[in-house]
């Protein structure tokens, strides 16, 4: 099991940006992807960005495709979630998740961290 941390949510305007760090860590990391999900009030959960371990290879919802950038930090074992032209409606509690393999569920989650935009 990989514990997650999350980090970096706060109150921020519309049109500013935001950094999510998510930390990682195991006795043996076993990581085929993390991703970033989020879920707003009153709403199910929704995919946001993924990337894999292994060759950094990057998917995004549209909502957030080209505003937001996921990077991955191998030696830190961290993931981020750059975003940028944040809009109220990117309001949610965000949750980063890995899974181990290939369309493997994501078994793994943090315990979220809010991000709260205003109009």
């Known amino acids: 099991q990989v514990q997650l941390v999350e980090s970096g949510g706060g109150l921020v305007q519309a049109g500013d940006s935001l950094r999510l760090s998510c930390a990682a860590s195991a006795r043996t990391l076993n990581v085929y992807a993390m991703a970033w999900f989020r879920q707003a009030p009153g709403k199910e959960r929704e995919f946001v960005a993924r990337?894999?371990?292994?060759?950094?290879?990057?998917t995004y919802a549209d909502p957030v495709k080209g505003r937001s950038t996921i990077s991955r930090d191998n030696a830190e074992k961290a993931v981020y979630l750059q975003m940028n032209s944040l809009k109220p409606e990117d309001t949610a509690v965000y949750y980063c998740a890995s899974r181990a393999r290939p369309g493997g569920e994501y078994d793994s989650w943090g315990q979220g961290t809010q991000v709260t935009v205003s109009s």
């Open positions: 990337i894999t371990w292994i060759g950094g290879y990057r």
